[in-house]
């Protein structure tokens, strides 16, 4: 069964190290004012790794990090690119927790995509992880209202080639509705306004819109003045019509 609870994507996002300086010394790193660890050249960072004060030093290292890329902009850029063709692959061969996971790693070089926030919205949902597919699609919407409520065939995003006997499109459309029904289930179990805004969202991009104005009004009372309920509720009904 899908567990809407489940967020085991977390542990790909690079954390940082909290532990506190002293601690991360032994008794033998203890220093005094008379005898140092350290030396002119070197110092041990945070993170453990020897940062050198020479700057010739740190300009070689600085260029090994950046491999064959110019700058920091193109190294990020490669980077973005490599996670997300690869986050998209995953999801086409249906490995959604892979695709979510895959996506986080290219929103670290670069956070704002509305593609990549579109992306991880829809692998969570197929894998079963509804409030965080909430809160991904809500952040698509966000940065990208346009291209996060336009037209999308999800069950072709979810039917790798090999999958399904009819060349993938049955088990994509399996797949997205049964993902729905689960949504559903929990949806009805919890009374979640957020789980019924998801369902809303994706019956809209499923281009039923008499479902999801239905599922719409479950969320209308909690999230009915946030700016994602509003630009839903538009791209349902229409410009003309009001909450």
Sequence with gaps: LFDVDEEPIDDAVPQADTTSLPDRRTRTDTTTPDSSTETDTERT??????????????????LAILGEHKDFESLAEAKFQGYFEQAEQYLHEGRFYKAADTYTLALVWRQHDPKAHFGRAVALFAAGSYLSSYYSAAAAIELDPTL??????????????????????????????????????WQGKTGSAELAWLMA??????????????????AADKLGET???????????????TP
């Design 45 to 62: 960072a945070p993170s453990g790794m020897e940062v050198s004060s020479d700057p010739i030093e740190a300009r070689r290292r600085a």
């Design 227 to 241: 700016p994602v309920y509003k630009q839903l509720h538009q791209a349902v009904h229409g410009p003309a019509q």
């Design 201 to 218: 969202y994706m019956y809209h991009l499923d281009r039923r819109p008499d479902n999801a104005r239905l599922a719409l009004q479950l």
């Design 148 to 185: 996060a409520l336009g037209k999308h065939d999800i069950p072709a995003l979810l039917a790798g080639p090999d999958r399904g006997q009819d060349g993938g499109q049955d088990a994509g459309r399996d797949t997205f509705q049964n993902a729905l029904i689960e949504l559903e289930r």
